[in-house]
């Protein structure tokens, strides 16, 4: 659930690292501290709103088929499991939660680490805390008013809201960029990036739309944001993953991303229940893939199979944990609180 990764060259805050061996954590007690604060809150949240916390595992017989995201493979060296071969390291607990929830869980939600290869910055750790829930009954819309109400009250006396905006995608372009994402051709959306001294970077598929509309949103949008909570709902229907699209005239994606001071926070869904539709979205994700140069993933056949059973009518977002830490706490990078980012572990 989150967008083309991104790298960054960094250090940690606080050290030289002259040395390999530098055992040392990166972020300062105080960061630690107001981690395990945070965990608490958002914990007696979900309690207080009877949301049962779940735990899955972080090893699957399948992986992200979004080309956005790449998955860490490992082996079983065992015996021979059932549809043994290559096991990925999960990049969100999404898939295995469905589960849960066509099994008749209820609304749920879980706290774990989740593993993306290729992305490290001052805003990236290839391993991270996420949060994620879903609700069930719930609408895209539903679970927006939602996440404003855990960070108001898992923020307070931390850092308050200076305020909230919510957005289309498309008005915000139109606002910002002064393009239409959702009718612009890509020569449009080149253009708006070259009046602004912004250049593609190499390698960059030249026909890729959602490319170019990343690199917009990124270089151009995100900068321009308020302080405060900004969330950006109705995404192209190209980005719509797992979430549900919504008819119209072109017909968009039932989708949201929440920002906080300017960080990407959360990406929600209205989700997807069609087992079929959701098939050929994976199968069409690893066409892309195999187009872009990479290899196909397997898909989770589990997921599809408990789709087919009857997922329940529901919503679900992801939320970076420590992005929230950083904003929160006013840190200037992920290595700031998190104990031991790549460089250390």
């Known amino acids: 659930m989150s967008p083309a990764p991104r790298t960054e060259p960094r250090q940690p805050a606080g050290s030289s690292l002259q040395s390999g061996h530098d055992w040392r954590p990166t972020a300062s007690l105080d960061a630690l501290k107001l981690r395990a604060e945070l965990l608490a809150r958002i914990r007696a949240f979900f309690a207080q709103h009877d949301v049962l916390e779940v735990d899955t595992p972080a ?81 895209h819309f539903d679970l927006m008013d939602e996440v404003e109400a855990l960070l108001r009250e898992v923020l307070a006396g931390v850092t308050p809201l200076a305020s909230v905006e919510h957005w289309t995608y498309r008005d915000l372009f139109l606002e910002v960029a002064g393009v239409d994402p959702l009718t612009a051709p890509v020569e449009a959306l080149s253009e708006a990036l070259q009046a602004r ?4 970077p190499a390698g ?30 109705d995404y192209p229907a190209s ?62 056949e589990r997921l599809l199979a408990a789709m087919t059973a009857g997922l329940p009518d529901c919503a679900g977002v992801a939320l970076g944990i420590d992005r929230l830490l950083m904003v929160a706490g006013q840190y200037a990078s992920l290595a700031d609180v998190i104990a031991f980012p790549l460089e250390r572990a």
Not at 197 to 200: L, N, V
Not at 239 to 258: D, I, K, N, T, W
Not at 276 to 289: G, I, L, P
């Open 59 to 139: 090893l699957s017989v399948a992986g992200a088929t979004d080309p956005a995201l790449s998955s860490f493979r490992t082996a079983w060296h065992g015996p021979a499991v059932d549809g043994q071969g290559p096991l990925y390291l999960h990049t969100s607990p999404e898939f295995p939660m469905k589960r849960l929830l066509a099994a008749g869980s209820g609304s749920i939600y879980q706290i774990c680490k989740v593993f993306r290869d290729g992305e490290a910055g001052r805003h990236h750790n290839p391993e991270f805390t996420l949060l994620e829930w879903y609700r069930t009954g719930y609408d």
């Open 197 to 200: 001294g912004i250049s593609s």
């Open 204 to 233: 960059m598929a030249p026909d890729d739309r959602d490319a170019w509309l990343d690199l917009l949103l990124t270089h151009v949008i995100e900068p321009a944001m308020a302080p405060g909570l900004v969330f950006i709902r």
């Open 239 to 300: 980005q719509a993953a797992l979430a549900r699209l919504r008819p119209g005239s072109p017909a968009v994606a039932a989708r949201f991303e929440a920002y906080l001071d300017g960080v990407e926070l959360a990406n929600g869904f209205y989700e997807l229940t069609d087992a079929w539709q959701q098939r050929t979205r994976f199968e069409q994700d690893n066409a892309r893939r195999v187009q872009q140069g990479g290899v196909a993933v397997d898909i989770d």
